[in-house]
């Protein structure tokens, strides 16, 4: 299982660190990816970084701000999140993606999925 934490209540321009812990499975086999989704809308793909770390692939709304990152011998993946928005306010979740998939968006290729952690951006 994946387990994330992190979260919390941050005023717009703040920062947050994001983490995910993997339990039962080795990440270093896995692409590792961030999802988030907001009340009432669809999930969204916000980040995903290779097996080995050396590539990262980000949605649009969050390049230069947010920065994905693993630490395969903790199993952990991390997403430090820079200049948040209120419209970056969401539940965000990790998932471990097979590595014979490519990175991107795709839904395609998950095997876990953690519960995630609530991102509020508000003053």
């Known amino acids: 299982q994946l387990q994330a934490s992190g979260g919390g209540l941050v005023q717009p321009g703040g920062s947050l660190r994001l983490s995910c812990t993997a339990y039962?499975?080795?990440?270093?086999?896995?692409?590792m990816s961030w999802f988030r989704q907001a009340p009432g809308k669809e999930r969204d793909f916000v980040a995903i970084?290779?097996?080995?770390?050396?590539?990262?692939y980000y949605a649009d709304s969050v390049k230069e701000r947010f920065t994905i990152s693993r630490d395969n011998a903790k199993n952990t993946v991390y997403l430090q999140m820079n200049s948040l928005k209120p419209n970056d306010t969401a539940v965000y979740h990790c998932?471990?993606?097979?590595?014979?998939?490519?990175?991107?968006?795709?839904?395609?290729?998950?095997?876990?999925w953690g519960r995630g952690t609530q991102v509020t951006v508000s003053s």
């Open positions: 039962g499975f080795t990440t270093g086999s896995y692409h």
């Open positions: 970084i290779k097996w080995s770390g050396e590539s990262t």
């Open positions: 998932a471990a993606r097979r590595a014979r998939y490519g990175l991107g968006p795709s839904t395609i290729g998950y095997d876990y």
